[in-house]
């Protein structure tokens, strides 16, 4: 998708991969889906929401709601394509997505209100909300924290890319983050600390946040900047630039 757009964000879209895809693909023990929607209803008022709130990001996004049946596979050929529903961050043409993103730092705002919205109509809609490392340096982020928590938001569960790189350098060369999992407890969040590349810690995770009563939980999720490809990763280039045609033949046989 990237390599025929000649344009897009692969590092972080990779390192999200195994969260986003336990988010739209995974189970509770129950058997119940962690994400509940259905792709040919997207306005189901039953669904679940989810947000990516580091849109840059939205390849990744793009190729989860294909997979789960948004839209024709051959549309994601058209990212960054003038008129295409599949633009260079997320906007409301594309189905399945709930609100546009891509200035950071908004994204858990928008999840508090969609968490209090639920609340107010006495639905137990769940909100998930993806951050990245970098965009909790906005100020934005920690008000919507302080508000989350003040208004027990336990049907909010944020995720934090935590791979350690922005699009400048290292997160904590440009604005140190530690200790990140402190700031959160402190703003009175339930923290989960995992390996955001372990398949059963994610789905362990998913399944602690859901059964959190009283407060908001944030997964701080460790993980490789450009996870599986071996020349992307923790290489701060591909935050955002696309890989060329034989960059992404070669990505492609390490990832298989």
């Keep these: 998708m990237l390599a025929k757009a000649g344009s897009g964000h692969p590092g972080g879209s990779l390192s999200?991969?195994?969260?986003?895809?336990?988010?739209?693909?995974?189970?509770?023990?129950d058997g119940k889906p962690i994400l509940r929607y259905k792709s040919k209803q997207p306005d189901w008022q039953e669904r679940d929401r989810f947000h990516m709130s580091k849109g840059h990001c939205c390849p990744l996004w793009y190729a989860a709601l294909t997979e789960a049946g948004y839209f024709p596979t051959e549309e994601l050929w058209t990212l960054r394509k003038l008129g295409s529903k599949l633009q260079g961050h997320p906007d409301c043409r594309t189905p399945g997505v709930e609100a546009a993103s891509g200035s950071l730092g908004q994204g858990l705002s928008i999840g508090v209100g969609m968490s209090l919205a639920a609340k107010m109509d006495k639905k137990d809609n769940r909100v998930y909300v993806l951050l990245g490392d970098g965009e909790i340096q906005e100020g934005n982020i920690w008000e919507a924290a302080m508000?989350?928590?003040?208004?027990?938001?336990?049907n909010l569960c944020a995720m934090l890319d935590r791979n350690r790189f922005q699009i400048?350098?290292?997160?904590?060369?440009?604005?140190?983050?530690?200790p990140v999992a402190d700031k959160w407890r402190a703003f009175g969040w339930q923290v989960i600390g995992i390996d955001g590349h372990d398949i059963e810690s994610i789905l362990s995770a998913y399944e602690q946040a859901e059964n959190k009563k009283g407060k908001p939980t944030i997964i701080i999720a460790e993980t490789i900047k450009g996870k599986g490809v071996s020349f992307m990763e923790n290489v701060v280039d591909f935050h955002g630039r696309a890989p060329s045609a034989q960059e992404a033949e070669i990505a492609l046989k390490e990832l298989e």
């Design 168 to 178: 400048d350098g290292k997160t904590d060369e440009i604005m140190r983050l530690e």
């Design 147 to 154: 508000a989350a928590s003040h208004y027990n938001c336990d």
């Design 16 to 29: 999200s991969a195994d969260l986003i895809t336990c988010l739209y693909f995974g189970s509770f023990s």
